[in-house]
């Protein structure tokens, strides 16, 4: 789709700083990818007590020794 917006020169320069980007397409498509990533990922705050343990379950038992 092809669209004309204004975008504001500091905050473009400041993009591309931050990016590897070399269009202004690059760019902003890489900016849609990072919001859409951004706001899909879940707010792990939401799940406290959403999650029951069985009673008598030892995670530490489960641990792998680095070594």
């Known amino acids: 789709m092809r669209t004309n917006i204004v975008i504001d020169d500091d905050l473009l320069e400041k993009a591309f700083s931050v990016s590897t980007a070399k269009t202004k397409k690059?760019?902003?498509?890489?900016?849609?990818?990072?919001?859409?990533k951004l706001?899909?990922?879940?707010?792990?705050?939401?799940?406290?007590?959403?999650?029951?343990?069985?009673?008598?379950?030892?995670?530490?038992?489960h641990r792998k020794l680095r070594g």
């Open 26 to 36: 690059e760019l902003i498509h890489e900016a849609l990818y990072e919001l859409i």
């Open 39 to 61: 706001k899909k990922r879940k707010d792990l705050t939401k799940l406290s007590g959403a999650v029951e343990f069985h009673q008598g379950y030892d995670h530490k038992k």
